[in-house]
């Protein structure tokens, strides 16, 4: 008889059906085991599931259990994701610094709850007005915008004014990959938000982002959340497109060369 802890479980688009899709079955995995690969390859830069599922084999042997992944450490991941005869390839590591190994092993090791995260502070409508509300899609501990739209494992929500910034909330986007349609889940969930900062987001899921009335903006690589927040107060403080000022209720005459299309900074 299988036990409920020995079952895969996977739901199309979820981190345990990315390891079954590329494995051609759940590998004997737990659903918790599978649950912390597929997450730990998405912090991974290049990293599919598959092949950050074989480098464990190859480490820690099969089959796969909870208690092999608390083994796991940063150096074995290093040296196995460096090339395949396990030689360090150094142009292929510069795409994966140091704190992407530490985020990927504290999420096998099942680690991967909020003890590490930014607290945020106390908000009520009003605090800051003429506010605007900002998420940023994170893979990191840190206050860092790291994440895709599509698999961020959290979102920071912000509540930026001109001359002040909150992080008001730290929102999981796990729960989003158990439905049917994840985007339109992820856009959900920050329906409250105005603006989305991401590294990267398909057109599709831009699409229904956009419907939720909220404006993505992708940036050309990681950045640090307090440094994209301060460029952003940059623009709430001079003279804001028409989107943004829409978004602060401002209302100003357009000009010529108004653009209502989002940015990509």
Same mark, same amino acid.
């Given at each position: 008889?299988?036990?409920?802890?020995?079952?895969?479980?996977?739901?199309?688009?979820?981190?345990?059906?990315?390891?079954?899709?590329?494995?051609?079955?759940?590998?004997?995995?737990?659903?918790?085991?599978?649950?912390?690969?597929?997450?730990?390859?998405?912090? =991974?830069?290049? *990293?599919?599931?598959? &092949? +950050?599922?074989?480098? @464990?084999?190859?480490?820690? /042997?099969?089959?796969? !259990? %909870?208690?092999? =992944?608390?083994? *796991?450490?940063?150096? &074995? +991941?290093?040296?196995? @994701?460096?090339?395949?005869? /396990?030689?360090?390839? !150094? %142009?292929?590591?510069?795409?994966?610094?140091?704190?992407?190994?530490?985020?990927?092993?504290?999420?096998?090791?099942?680690?991967?709850?909020?003890?590490?995260?930014?607290?945020?502070?106390?908000?009520?409508?009003?605090?800051?007005?003429?506010?605007?509300?900002?998420?940023?899609?994170?893979?990191?501990?840190?206050?860092?915008?790291?994440?895709?739209?599509?698999?961020?494992?959290?979102?920071?929500?912000?509540?930026?004014?001109?001359?002040?910034?909150?992080?008001?909330?730290?929102?999981?986007?796990?729960?989003?990959?158990?439905?049917?349609?994840?985007?339109?889940?992820?856009?959900?969930?920050?329906?409250?938000?105005?603006?989305?900062?991401?590294?990267?987001?398909?057109?599709?899921?831009?699409?229904?982002?956009?419907?939720?009335?909220?404006?993505?903006?992708?940036?050309?690589?990681?950045?640090?959340?307090?440094?994209?927040?301060?460029?952003?107060?940059?623009?709430?403080?001079?003279?804001?497109?028409?989107?943004?000022?829409?978004?602060?209720?401002?209302?100003?005459?357009?000009?010529?060369?108004?653009?209502?299309?989002?940015?990509?900074?």
């Amino acid at each position: 008889m299988t036990t409920a802890a020995a079952t895969s479980i996977s739901v199309p688009g979820s981190p345990q059906a990315a390891i079954a899709g590329q494995t051609g079955g759940p590998a004997g995995l737990s659903r918790e085991a599978a649950l912390r690969v597929g997450l730990a390859a998405r912090v =991974l830069p290049d *990293v599919s599931p598959r &092949q +950050l599922l074989e480098l @464990l084999i190859d480490k820690l /042997g099969a089959p796969l !259990t %909870e208690e092999k =992944l608390a083994h *796991v450490t940063v150096t &074995q +991941l290093k040296t196995g @994701l460096g090339s395949p005869d /396990g030689e360090e390839d !150094t %142009e292929h590591l510069a795409s994966i610094a140091i704190p992407h190994y530490k985020e990927a092993v504290r999420i096998l090791w099942g680690e991967a709850d909020d003890s590490g995260l930014p607290t945020p502070v106390p908000y009520s409508e009003g605090d800051l007005p003429g506010s605007v509300r900002v998420a940023v899609a994170a893979n990191s501990s840190g206050e860092r915008v790291d994440g895709h739209f599509g698999s961020c494992l959290r979102f920071l929500v912000y509540q930026v004014a001109k001359d002040q910034a909150r992080l008001i909330a730290v929102r999981s986007a796990l729960d989003a990959d158990e439905t049917d349609d994840r985007n339109a889940a992820r856009a959900e969930l920050i329906k409250d938000c105005q603006v989305l900062y991401v590294v990267s987001i398909g057109g599709p899921a831009a699409a229904k982002v956009i419907r939720a009335g909220i404006y993505p903006i992708k940036l050309p690589e990681e950045a640090d959340a307090a440094e994209v927040i301060a460029k952003f107060q940059a623009m709430l403080q001079g003279n804001p497109p028409p989107w943004l000022a829409k978004a602060m209720g401002i209302t100003r005459q357009r000009l010529p060369f108004d653009s209502d299309e989002p940015l990509e900074d």
